[in-house]
């Protein structure tokens, strides 16, 4: 069993994510916003963390450096999902990183699912 931790502030998205990530291998938890969202990855310690940017409060970014400087939580491997192009002063954190992605919205369902895969170690899921 693999845990997801998405945290996005638009209820749509989680739900259309909800839907395109439901498998039985998967369990999946999610956050409306960075502090909830932070709370929860601490508490889940998931295997995969999958963020929106632009949340009120705390930001994915705010989110994400958290997530890297927790020493029990700064491998897991970060999905940033988002209709922001990327910032090039992040761009480097991403660029052939094994454990980031940058994702813009809207998003090819079956090329995230694949990435997905790759980022959870290469497990056949919905293949």
Not at 12 to 18: C, F, T, W, Y
Not at 24 to 30: E, G, I, N, S
Not at 58 to 82: H, N, Q
């Amino acid at each position: 069993m693999y845990s997801v931790v998405m945290v996005d502030d638009h209820r749509e998205i989680s739900q259309l994510l909800g839907i395109v990530l439901r498998h039985p291998a998967l369990d999946l938890h999610v956050a409306e916003d960075g502090f909830e969202g932070l709370r929860l990855i601490r508490q889940v310690q998931p295997d995969l963390v999958m963020l929106d940017v632009m949340m009120p409060g705390m930001s994915g970014w705010e989110v994400y450096d958290a997530v890297r400087a927790d020493p029990a939580l700064g491998e897991t491997p970060i999905i940033i999902l988002t209709v922001v192009p990327e910032q090039a002063g992040r761009r480097h954190r991403f660029t052939d990183s094994a454990r980031d992605l940058y994702v813009t919205k809207p998003f090819d369902t079956l090329i995230l699912r694949r990435e997905i895969e790759r980022m959870l170690g290469g497990v056949s899921l919905w293949r």
